[in-house]
T-cell receptor
């Protein structure tokens, strides 16, 4: 398995531009997470999906952020318009959660991250 | 409010010695705890975990200890190796609430040859 695939690995954009980050989870995983890592706040959960349905988006900072999961193998995180304070590394992670609610030991597998710089 | 805290941002240790990383949490509902390791330009990778019904879990050179009354856990690496140099994140979750992990701020470990 190629693991969790994220693109782009690096993105530099100007304030006000739209940014779209992409994620392909591990095949067979049914939970997908978007995390953001910054120096000030560390790793913070933005949103997660179970079976393509958003379950908890309380970590999404504001309406400029949106996430979708149109199918089990693809998710996007969009920022529109972007601001310099959005500069961070954005991680996507996936895991398997069975119908009884037990997770594969709650183990998330992370992608390599997308480093975003907003000028 | 940080529910999971790693108060030591960095740790330097000699190769062959023990590395001890600490983590404190405030949410008494947490019942599952994990440690992740992160190298530069890579995502965090799972290292070891422990359920709240246990107080110790060991996997090779890595041992995690849980003190529920103190809401404290620690990761011991012995012996430390240069390849262990990385950032280590403590994470916690409430299993009944799903697989949402809350992470600490990380501790950067440097193992000197």
């Amino acid at each position: 398995d190629a693991g969790v695939i994220q693109s782009p690995r690096h993105e530099v954009t100007e304030m006000g531009q739209e940014v779209t980050l992409r994620c392909k989870p591990i095949s067979g995983h049914n939970s997908l997470f978007w995390y953001r890592q910054t120096m000030m706040r560390g790793l913070e959960l933005l949103i997660y999906f179970n079976n393509n349905v958003p379950i908890d988006d309380s970590g999404m900072p504001e309406d400029r952020f949106s996430a979708k999961m149109p199918n089990a193998s693809f998710s996007t995180l969009k920022i529109q318009p972007s601001e310099p304070r959005d500069s961070a590394v954005y991680f996507c992670a996936s895991s398997f959660k069975d119908r009884h609610g037990e997770v594969g030991a709650n183990v998330l597998t992370f992608g390599a991250g997308s480093r975003l710089t907003v000028l | 409010d940080q529910q999971v805290k790693q108060n030591s941002p960095s740790l330097s240790v000699q190769e062959g010695r023990i590395s001890i990383l600490n983590c404190d949490y405030t949410n008494s509902m947490f019942d599952y705890f994990l440690w992740y390791k992160k190298y530069p330009a890579e995502g965090p990778t799972f290292l070891i975990s422990i359920s709240s019904i246990k107080d110790k879990n060991e996997d090779g050179r890595f041992t995690v200890f849980l003190n529920k009354s103190a809401k404290h856990l620690s990761l011991h690496i012995v012996p430390s190796q240069p390849g262990d140099s990385a950032v280590y994140f403590c994470a916690a979750s409430v299993k009944a609430a799903g697989n949402k992990l809350t992470f600490g701020g990380g501790t950067r470990v440097l193992v000197k040859p």
